[in-house]
């Protein structure tokens, strides 16, 4: 296990009826704060009119910012700047799910900043300074709500660029399962490949030797493949909505990859170039390159791995010869995510092998490819991406 440092600021309310203690937590940081929130979910479900409700009575002024795009645009966020700035923000409150909380964050971050909040969203160490960030969680998939990260996108351009910096990570964060009853069966299936994609990207790494942040990883994805199964088929079984959001926010928020040497996202950044340039639903895509990018990657160096994961996630049997069990444990992974309604090609969801060589450029370009599990270059992109097809 290598050196690590961990700390973590967001402070958790979990469960059923935590929003009450929404008003003293707003209280420490302010009187008036920006609420953000997406396409109307949240007034859909009555959530929208319980934070007002809450708001008022705890005599904090709220001015809105609503309709933040899946792959929330760079656009929201300018606008959501000029709220700050016209109005003496002192805090900001997203409602919703990733998308929802990443543009809060890049609005966060961007106010104090004096140029475009897209350069801060190209270079993320020039944010010295941000909001504080209160967040209620409507869907469990992306972990923004316990990391400090943020994914904006620039449809001008085709880029979709993560941006991670500790000063963006919420200080708190109300995690009601309830509130996820309404997601439809769809973002259900989505949110849970998500989740098991960030273990996957941490799982997956070059260190051999952590041994307690590996069994941890494999936990998380078995409670995604048993309660993502019973979330998809029964949105109001409170025990799957309860594992799930717990496990949308360990995945990601630094546990699993403590100790483990820095090694480069891999299906993340592919994704990223076909939501750039398509549009798509983050996790739909993750779900059908998974299986593809696992094949590509498997080799002698990496058997062991597989077989492990096979063994210990998929619960195949030991004795098999370790080839069979790795390729047997990406075919479960692969009807996994069918068995949830995710499309397994790419064409399916409308995407044709047009813009293969692009998107593989920027993949490896931006997304630092070459210092993943298994390097790729332009080229190995390419091939998943026609595996994927
Ligand atoms: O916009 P509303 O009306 O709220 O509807 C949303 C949206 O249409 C709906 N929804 C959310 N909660 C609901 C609900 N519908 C009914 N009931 C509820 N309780 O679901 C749709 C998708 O919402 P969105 O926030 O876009 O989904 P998600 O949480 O999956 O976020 C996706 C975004 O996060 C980024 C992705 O790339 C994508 O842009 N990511 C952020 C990460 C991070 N911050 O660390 C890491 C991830 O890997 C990911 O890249
Ligand atoms: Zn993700």
């Not at 409150?93 to 801060?120: M, Q, R």
């Not at 936990?219 to 979330?231: P, Q, R, S």
């Amino acid at each position: 296990m290598k050196n690590f440092d961990y700390s973590i600021k967001t402070e958790v309310y979990f469960g059923k009826g935590k929003i009450k203690s929404l008003g003293r937590i707003l209280q420490r940081y302010g009187e008036k704060v920006l609420l953000v929130y997406g396409g109307g979910s949240i007034k859909k479900v009555g959530l929208y009119e319980k934070v007002k409700s809450i708001l008022e009575e705890n005599n904090i002024e709220c001015i809105e910012l609503g309709g933040v795009d899946p792959n929330p645009r760079i656009e929201s966020v300018r606008e959501g700047v000029k709220l700050v700035h016209e109005n003496s923000i002192d805090m900001i409150l997203p409602v919703g799910g990733g998308s929802t909380i990443d543009c809060a964050k890049a609005i966060s971050g961007a106010s104090f900043y004096d140029g475009d909040p897209w350069e801060i969203v190209k270079n993320p160490s020039k944010i010295e300074k941000a909001l504080p960030i209160i967040s209620i969680l409507t869907l469990s998939a992306t972990g923004s709500e316990m990391d400090p990260f943020a994914v904006i996108s620039n449809m001008d351009t085709n880029e979709k660029l993560g941006l991670g910096n500790e000063i963006l990570r919420p200080v708190a964060s109300i995690l009601d399962p309830e509130y996820t009853y309404s997601v439809p069966k769809n973002q259900t299936a989505a949110g849970t490949a998500d989740i098991m994609s960030h273990v996957f990207e941490v799982y997956f790494s070059k260190t051999k030797d952590a041994y307690l942040q590996d069994r941890m990883a494999e936990g998380v994805l078995k409670t995604c493949i048993k309660y993502g199964e019973i979330a998809y088929n029964e949105p109001e079984n409170y025990e799957a909505r309860a594992n799930l959001m717990w496990a949308s926010s360990l995945a990601i928020n630094g546990l699993l990859s403590c100790g483990k040497e820095g090694t480069a996202w891999s299906v993340h950044p592919i994704e990223h170039e076909l939501s750039a340039f398509y549009d798509i639903t983050h996790g739909v895509g993750l779900a059908i390159l998974t299986p593809n990018w696992m094949k590509f990657v498997l080799n002698e160096d990496t058997l062991e791995k597989f077989y492990e994961f096979g063994v210990n996630v998929w619960d195949i049997d030991k004795s098999l010869d370790k080839k069979e069990v790795a390729n047997l444990a990406i075919e479960k992974t692969r009807n996994y995510f069918k068995k949830l309604g995710i499309p397994g090609k790419l064409r399916e969801i409308g995407i044709g092998d047009e813009k293969f060589e692009i998107m593989a450029e920027k993949a490896v370009k931006v997304g630092g490819l070459k210092y993943g599990y298994r390097a790729l270059n332009k080229d190995d992109v390419i091939s998943i991406f026609k595996a994927s097809l």
